[in-house]
């Protein structure tokens, strides 16, 4: 996978001027569903080589904003922008071909088949499936996640199958990916690994949309954050610059409390005992 330096020093003109645009830009988003607005005036902007954290409580409609990245969903109003050039995607077909592609937080995958034969279905023409083993063992020991090809997903751990969903996206080459709740079913040592994979494809210029409850990894990934709250921009911030509570504060509308244990009380006599 070759993509432009995310310096633009020693590079024309014209390749400068890339960098100064957008990877993505939602303007004024909508979507209606009766007099229900799940998506209010939404605008936000994910730059060229970024990690951006898309935060929100559960509720906060983050899901379908991200549906109309991906084409499954049209909105009500408003336009999609990318590379500064208004676009109309339809379908994930569509969103392919520009360069959007997601790692979903439920796997897609078919426990009775192969590591490539899984990734092969996600690829669009006809394959070699000897060449696509070679190019799948290629780019995932590039970029720190070592895949079996000819592994049956049935015999894979968890974070396993993730790497599978990642490398079939790598494997597009493309300029914006969407990671939904990476982290949740990952142990630490294998998020400390994606973390690095995922600053590496930022320095290589892909943008990654970032979206996690886990406000202490987002601190530490993202360079950018936009947050919803009922499908409206609450705020967006640096959240390198921001605290866990402050960040929480911003999702939630109000202070966010620690969960304390309850205090053990005596109880009375039993009502009701079973005996064999």
């Known amino acids: 996978i070759r993509r432009p330096p995310r310096s633009t020093q020693g590079v024309s003109s014209a390749a400068s001027d890339v960098y100064k645009r957008q990877q993505l830009e939602i303007q004024n988003i909508t979507k209606s569903y009766g007099d229900l607005k799940a998506n209010d005036d939404i605008s936000l902007s994910i730059k060229p080589a970024s990690i951006h954290a898309l935060l929100g409580e559960n509720g906060a409609w983050k899901s379908t904003l991200v549906k109309f990245i991906l084409g499954c969903l049209q909105p009500t109003l408003g336009v999609l922008r990318w590379m ?20 979903f937080q439920h796997f897609s995958l078919f426990e009775a088949l192969t590591v490539v034969e899984n990734i092969a279905l996600s690829l669009d023409g006809s394959l070699d499936i000897d060449a696509l083993s070679t190019r799948v063992n290629e780019v995932s020991m590039e970029y720190g996640l070592p895949l079996d090809p000819t592994a049956l997903v049935a015999d894979l751990s968890v974070g396993e ?12 080459e493309p300029r914006l990916l969407i990671m939904d709740e990476p982290t949740a079913v990952l142990t630490p040592q294998e998020a400390d690994q994606l973390f690095v994979t995922l600053r590496r494809l930022s320095e290589e210029g892909c943008a990654v949309l970032y979206i996690s409850h886990r406000l202490e990894e987002v601190k530490q990934l993202c360079h950018d954050a936009t947050i919803l709250r009922n499908g409206k921009v609450i705020s967006r911030v640096d959240p390198q610059e921001e605290t866990v509570a402050s960040l929480a504060r911003l999702m939630v509308g109000d202070d966010v409390q620690k969960a304390q244990p309850k205090v053990a009380v005596e109880t009375g006599k039993p009502l009701l005992t079973v005996t064999r």
């Open 84 to 103: 500064g050039r208004r676009v109309l995607i339809t379908s994930p077909a569509d969103a392919r071909q520009l360069g959007i592609a997601m790692v």
């Open 161 to 172: 199958r993730q790497r599978i969903e990642i490398v079939r996206c790598l494997l597009q």
